[in-house]
């Protein structure tokens, strides 16, 4: 059987902080705790190889910056630019992460 089609059950105990985050994943998600729990896993998991961390704050943060220089770049230009920014970021979204 091919390993990318393979399916493994495993068990895990988690105590009840940790089964509040993975409730708010699936809530926040609209999805069960196994898919919640995969979603964490795969974010996760390459940080943690990796050796990094994420700041959710400075991340959210940063965000909101470039979102804010963008859009007054754009408005500068003109109603068509804004457009254009908004109907290229919703593509991407949509191409890489729906």
């Known amino acids: 059987m091919d390993k990318s089609t393979s399916s493994y059950q495993i068990g895990v105990r988690v105590p009840s902080d ?3 985050l993975i ?3 699936a809530q926040l998600n609209a999805c069960e705790r196994p ?3 995969r ?3 795969r974010f ?3 940080l943690i190889i990796a050796g990094k961390g ?3 704050s400075r991340v959210l943060m940063t965000l909101e910056i470039v979102a804010e ?3 007054a770049r754009a408005e500068a230009k ?3 630019a804004v457009k254009k920014l908004i109907e290229t970021a919703q593509a991407n979204l949509e191409r890489h992460h729906v």
């Open 35 to 37: 898919d919640a729990i």
């Open 78 to 80: 003109g109603h068509d």
């Open 69 to 71: 220089d963008c859009l």
């Open 18 to 20: 940790l089964l509040a």
């Open 44 to 46: 996760g998991a390459p």
């Open 54 to 56: 994420v700041n959710l």
């Open 23 to 25: 409730d708010a994943v």
């Open 39 to 41: 979603q964490i896993v």
